[in-house]
């Protein structure tokens, strides 16, 4: 019996085996100068009391089952669930919480047990994925409740990029100014218009929780200067001017 074809582990204590009895599968038989050469394996056997035991297992989860699960091992950022030998269990960093956190210990502790939602279930592979998360409303989504286009309200910038500025509407909130929305004239850079820690008045364009996005505009709130021309100087109306310029034109 090959040492890889003891047992399950890659880490394995050969010692441990000495005069025990074991079940083992035979894998290769041949004759080699007249004498016969029989390989046989332990890992097999195993391998084929996991399948079954993890079938029995996987038969039993649904996605969208609610199932208490025993926290076996971290990664950096994932969570290890104890589902029975032959069964691969695992909560996403993504998953586990929808606070910010570093590392999955800062949030469920070794042995613990907890309640997860099954997300996904792989039978040919025997590996299920679960949420902790998925157990509760998101609350950044919830909060977008209270704003509804057309709102008049009070922000922050936050930050400048290219395409216009993040204002924060509240301590999780925040919400895009694009730079055409900025002024009624055109400005060179959004720079040159707002700068970071500047306080003004926006009113909401759109809101849209599946993309997590708000947008707002600061021009909305002024009167376009265009239209106050186009209401000054409507046709067949009399207004005095200074000659400007003389061309072959006009």
Excluded at 88 to 101: C, K, P, Q, T
Excluded at 128 to 139: A, E, F, K, M, Y
Excluded at 147 to 166: H, M, T
Aim: charged share 30%.
């Amino acid at each position: 019996m090959p040492n890889n074809h003891i047992d399950l582990e890659t880490d394995r204590n050969i010692a441990k085996y000495f005069s025990e009895t074991v079940t083992v599968r035979i894998i290769n038989l041949k004759m080699e100068h007249g004498t016969p050469s029989i390989s046989v394996s332990h890992r097999s056997v195993l391998e084929d009391d996991l399948k079954k035991s993890s079938k029995e297992t996987l038969e039993t989860l649904n996605v969208g089952d609610t199932i208490e699960v025993k926290v076996k091992a971290f990664n950096i950022k994932d969570v290890i669930i104890d589902l029975g030998p032959g069964v691969e269990a695992v909560i996403h960093g993504r998953d586990l919480s929808w606070e910010h956190f570093d590392h999955p210990y800062e949030v469920v502790k070794r042995g613990q047990t907890i309640s997860a939602k099954v997300l996904q279930v792989d039978k040919k592979h025997r590996k299920i994925q679960l949420g902790v998360r998925q157990l509760t409303p998101d609350p950044y989504l919830e909060s977008f409740s209270k704003y509804n286009e057309g709102d008049k309200l009070n922000v922050k910038v936050s930050s400048i990029n290219d395409f216009g500025a993040e204002v924060s509407l509240d301590e999780n909130i925040t919400a895009f100014l694009p730079i055409s929305e900025i002024s009624w004239e055109r400005i060179p850079t959004v720079s040159s218009a707002v700068n970071i820690a500047d306080e003004f008045e926006v009113q909401i364009l759109s809101v849209d929780p599946k993309k997590r996005r708000i947008s707002v505009s600061k021009k909305r709130l002024i009167e376009n200067p265009v239209r106050q021309r186009e209401e000054k100087f409507r046709v067949g109306t009399d207004h005095d001017g200074i000659v400007k310029e003389i061309t072959k034109g006009g």
